[in-house]
């Protein structure tokens, strides 16, 4: 362990906020345990108070002490995908307080991967409650620059650890109800899940309106300043012409002479999704008035970028 990682885990200890890098993106770290840490932690955000957060812990046995109950499911995917970009919501223990549920029954459990988060975790030895690193709403970070970018001044360290490797948030699936439902797509798809169950997973819809709040759950969210639209492949060509203001196109297809900023995106969904997020932000930094986004394949692999695009942007 570094001078810097024990640091870290000394600051959270004394109810301060460190930034710090996951396989998904950067979260932003405080004691899960401490009301006053986590008010200012939801203050930095600009964070509804209802909303709640992610508990990160550096192991299963560590992450199940936040819950009253564990179901075989839970224990099932744990011993899968975790440490991993995976989290899972259960039914609350009681220390899983207010301020960390958002005032539910339920809380959302992680166990990251990335070796700094790791380092962290169990050089802290507790819950941390670790959004991402960012404001409220806004694109989420995947290097220390861009928490630098949003939060300078408001985080008392940064911890470095390069580019993240998967670049969207976790996979959530809620195992609190008697069936297990995933209620957002991430870097691990829904028939590895099954698998891992040996039991269909159900999606949220209207069937489970019910279902709890969680993070990335609104319907604006990962959103740029700019504002962004999402155009079917065959119309780019035609809003391209359409548009009097100055725009931004991410695009699979090869630059057009008519933009200011293209930006050309793999075709692999995983690639795709690493570079989102930091392409997003050389877009929304680069002056134009408008972003327009190639809306990728609607096929099973690209439902997690899909579902990152469709919050982020309007449809044009």
Wanted: net charge positive.
């Amino acid at each position: 362990m570094n001078a810097e990682v024990r640091r870290a885990a000394e600051i959270l200890k004394r109810g301060g906020l460190v930034a710090f890098p996951t396989e998904t993106v950067y979260g932003l770290g405080a004691d899960a345990s401490d009301a006053a840490a986590m008010a200012r932690l939801y203050a930095v955000k600009r964070r509804p108070a209802d909303h709640p957060v992610i508990v990160h812990c550096a192991d299963a046995q560590t992450a199940f002490e936040w819950a009253r109950e564990v179901p075989e499911a839970a224990r099932k995917l744990a011993a899968k995908f975790w440490p991993g970009p995976l989290t899972l919501i259960l039914k609350r223990s009681p220390r899983a307080a207010d301020f960390v549920t958002g005032g539910q029954d339920t809380v959302g459990l992680r166990v990251p991967r990335h070796p700094v988060a790791q380092a962290l975790l169990k050089a802290f030895g507790g819950g941390v409650a670790a959004p991402s690193a960012n404001r409220f709403g806004r694109i989420s970070p995947t290097t220390a620059e861009h928490v630098r970018a949003d939060l300078d001044g408001d985080v008392d360290l940064v911890l470095e650890g390069g580019a993240s490797e998967i670049g969207i948030e976790s996979t959530i699936v809620d195992l609190s109800g008697t069936r297990a439902v995933l209620l957002r797509p991430g870097a691990i798809g829904r028939a590895a899940l099954e698998a891992a169950l040996g039991a269909r997973i159900l999606e949220k819809g209207a069937a489970f309106a019910a279902s709890p709040r969680h993070s990335g759950g609104l319907e604006r969210h990962y959103a740029p300043r700019t504002p962004a639209r999402l155009v079917a492949p065959h119309a780019l060509d035609q809003e391209i012409g359409l548009s009097g203001a100055r725009v931004a196109v991410l695009a699979f297809s090869r630059p057009d002479a008519r933009v200011a900023i293209w930006r050309r995106m793999p075709r692999d969904p995983r690639a795709y999704a690493r570079k989102l997020y930091a392409t997003l932000r050389v877009l929304d930094d680069s002056g134009c008035e408008a972003i327009l986004v190639e809306r990728p394949p609607q096929t099973p692999e690209w439902i997690a970028v899909n579902d990152r695009l469709r919050r982020a942007c309007e449809a044009a």
